[in-house]
């Protein structure tokens, strides 16, 4: 699978992904980054970019032409590409379902959309627009590392263990369980109220009983609590079997007493 990222900003997508998962799977061939200067693709002097927009107003506009024969280079070089990303906080917003869509295309190009905005002629260029989030970053840089990873993840041996990627709750539409990892206590004064006393953090006795039937039950009770108390708004795409929608009327009547109680 093939990037080329497009950016007036390269040194910010090259560092990132000199190190970690990312740089080991470009290192392995697993994943092919090029990393297009918007710069070198422009014809005057001074490799201007950007310009004023037409009709007035604060800023400045990415110019059409440098990105036009930026992506001119790139057919030339790869043939026409299955998808050609503009990074903009007017896009759509990247999902779970997004990456994995992606991830099955060859080539990906992203445009790193900078400053007030992009000429809109380069939008009959683009395949998709997206947005990572509802926030203004400075640019389109760091949205490109983000659908990068999210991508990248489902490339066939990016992800050491192939299950955490598949599996991942996320994938199903809810919030991870919680994980513990040795040792079973830690004791710590930080945490206490009461001073010249410790408190002791354990974990979940089940996690440690080696009963995985109720090991699993647990995981998947603590995955729905998450979800319903921080992202209840997950729980209507969510893809449930028979236990787990047991699991959560069980958390909503609880919560609906508990609501009760209060205000009795
Ligand atoms: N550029 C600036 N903000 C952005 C966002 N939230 N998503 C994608 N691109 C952006």
Not at 72 to 83: K, T
Request: aromatic share 4%.
């Amino acid at each position: 699978m093939t990037f080329d990222i497009v950016t007036i900003f390269p040194a910010m997508i090259e560092q990132p992904l000199a190190a970690g998962v990312l740089g080991r799977a470009i290192e392995r061939g697993l994943l092919t980054v090029k990393v297009r200067d918007l710069r070198d693709f422009t014809t005057d002097r001074h490799r201007v970019v950007d310009d004023v927009p037409y009709g007035g107003g604060p800023g400045m506009v990415l110019k059409p032409d440098p990105i036009f024969r930026a992506l001119d280079a790139i057919e030339a070089e790869r043939g026409r590409p299955s998808a050609v990303i503009l990074t903009s906080p007017q896009g759509a917003r990247f999902t779970q379902a997004d990456a994995k869509r992606l991830s099955r295309v060859e080539t990906i190009v992203v445009l790193c959309g900078r400053y007030e905005g992009v000429d809109e002629r380069v939008r009959e260029r683009v395949t998709e627009e997206v947005s990572i989030g509802d926030y203004v970053l400075t640019g389109g840089e760091l949205p490109a590392l983000v659908i990068l990873d999210a991508v990248a993840r489902y490339v066939p041996g990016v992800v050491g263990d192939e299950d955490s990627v598949t599996h991942d709750s996320f994938s199903r539409g809810l919030l991870d369980f919680p994980q513990f990892t040795r040792p079973p206590v830690i004791r710590s004064a930080r945490l206490s109220a009461e001073p010249d006393s410790e408190r002791e953090l354990t974990v979940p006795d089940v996690l440690l009983s080696g009963n995985h039937a109720e090991i699993r039950r647990w995981r998947k009770r603590e995955a729905l609590r998450r979800t319903l108390e921080r992202r209840p708004d997950l729980l209507a795409g969510a893809k449930l079997d028979e236990e787990e929608v047991e699991i959560l009327r069980a958390l909503q009547d609880d919560r609906m007493a508990g609501t009760q109680k209060v205000g009795e």
